[in-house]
């Protein structure tokens, strides 16, 4: 989501230092004993926007494992990029990229993938000439210089537009989802402090456009969330299976009011296309008996993954506030093992239910290994980033681990995402934004990999 107007600008530093973290399993109900354990290796931690004065935060991650490169998109100076060609172990100057910066444009919501021939793509949003809408970048040169910028122009002359999503099917083919409404004069925000910006009124959809050609040109928009066009849906982020296969894991709120378009809070939904985009499945709601999403929730909801299996994950985390005011929120995992028809039961992920975000995005491993990470502030220190992992039919096979060494200012923004990827199935690149409290807060993007030995 947008940030708010309060981000600070502020400069601070984090000691780099190595960590080695053994997960000691929890017993399923009625075991003997606990399940085998998985141990993670936490390499040094990398700064990776030093360089960029300004404040740094959004971050999102993609690799090449076929060269061991990671790469690093997130809002610094303009939309900053940056590249490892070492497997994570040091980055390189950030770029700003183009199109993301000067007097007329306003730039936020980075979203990165690499292409089957290692092309790299940024997309992200911009407001320019009285119109939100998605850009995308690409690199043919693996990330060392961005030489075509394509912006995605709707029809409307003062449309609202916001987060975007990127993915790259295996024949190509660029697969792009937003938040998109034809009238931005609909739209309220809600705009903490500390945080960025969530809705509280709007003519929220979310749609999908597809490039086939590299990235040069896109097609019309695909409209994904049933009720266009005020259907109250946001936040679809995406991944394509290896038949060419869309899933999309989408939030949407329930509009209350067809005037004001005012807002319930929200579910997550699954639908899928095996067309491009023509046609989507029915939406199946993920999770639903467990609580909702509140309108005032601030931060990126709701991932998708898939495994080497074909098994999809969804992330979420729920709201609620109790009649004496006591505030919880929840991260939970679900999974599908028949692409979506049907999901498990939400399976608690956070071991706590503090009412402070919990920003959780998740990455498949090898066939029913997921991994989810989520950052949250539940530790009173600050913001951490933390890590676990789920084997299909066993559980998690760890309780969770702070991959962050040092934690983040609360009263600084640290971003709506974190970034996460796999370098080999049981090799994580991962990445996150805080500000490391000393007094001058700044945000700045951190950056490890973590290496899995599963049971």
Avoid at 179 to 202: L, Q, W
Avoid at 428 to 440: E, F, Q, R, T
Wanted: proline share 8%; with cysteine.
């Amino acid at each position: 989501m947008r940030p708010s107007t309060s981000w600070l600008h502020t400069s601070a530093a984090l000691a780099l230092v190595p960590v080695v973290a053994l997960l000691v399993g929890t017993p399923s109900a009625g075991a003997a004993q606990a399940p085998p354990t998985a141990t993670y290796t936490i390499a040094p931690i990398v700064d990776t926007s030093t360089q960029c004065g300004t404040q740094n935060a959004e971050v999102e991650t993609a690799t090449d494992p076929k060269l061991s490169y990671v790469y690093q998109a997130w809002m610094g100076c303009g939309i900053s990029f940056s590249r490892s060609t070492s497997g994570g172990t040091s980055y390189g100057a950030p770029l700003s990229l183009p199109g993301s910066t000067g007097s007329q444009t306003n730039s936020w919501d980075p979203a990165i993938a690499v292409g089957p021939q290692g092309q790299v793509y940024v997309a992200f949003m911009v407001s320019h000439n009285n119109q939100w809408y998605p850009v995308v970048d690409a690199s043919f040169d693996n990330g060392r210089t961005f030489t075509q910028s394509t912006s995605l122009i709707p029809p409307d002359s003062k449309n609202w537009g916001d987060r975007e999503f990127l993915a790259v099917a295996p024949d190509g083919t660029i697969y792009l989802t937003w938040d998109y409404g034809p009238n931005r004069s609909s739209v309220t925000s809600i705009c903490p402090a500390n945080g960025s910006c969530a809705f509280a009124t709007g003519d929220l959809n979310v749609v999908l456009q597809k490039s086939t050609d590299g990235g040069r040109s896109f097609g019309p928009m695909s409209y994904i969330s049933p009720g266009f066009p005020a259907s109250g849906g946001d936040s679809a982020p995406l991944v394509v299976e290896p038949n060419g296969r869309v899933d999309v894991l989408y939030q949407a709120y329930t509009v209350t009011d067809p005037v004001s378009y005012a807002l319930d809070p929200a579910y997550e939904y699954f639908t899928s296309t095996t067309d491009q985009g023509a046609t989507w499945s029915r939406p199946v709601r993920v999770g639903g008996s467990v609580g909702t999403m509140a309108p005032e929730e601030w931060w990126i909801d709701g991932d998708i993954a898939v495994d080497g299996g074909g098994n999809l994950y969804a992330t979420w985390d729920t709201q609620r506030t109790a009649a004496d005011g006591t505030a919880t929120d929840i991260g939970w995992l679900s999974y599908s093992t028949d692409h979506g028809v049907t999901w498990s039961a939400p399976i608690q992920a956070p071991a706590d239910t503090l009412g402070v975000p919990h920003v959780m995005q998740a990455v498949g491993g090898p066939a029913g290994i997921v991994y989810v990470a989520w950052l949250s502030s539940s530790d009173p220190a600050g913001y951490g980033l933390y890590l676990r992992t789920y084997k299909l039919y066993t559980g998690w096979i760890s309780r969770q681990t702070q991959v962050s060494t040092s934690f983040g200012d609360t009263s600084v923004w640290p971003g709506d995402t974190i970034g996460i990827a796999t370098l080999s199935p049981t090799r994580l690149a991962l990445a996150w934004g805080s500000a490391i409290p000393s007094g001058n807060k700044k945000s700045d993007v951190f950056a490890t990999t973590v290496t899995i030995k599963l049971p």
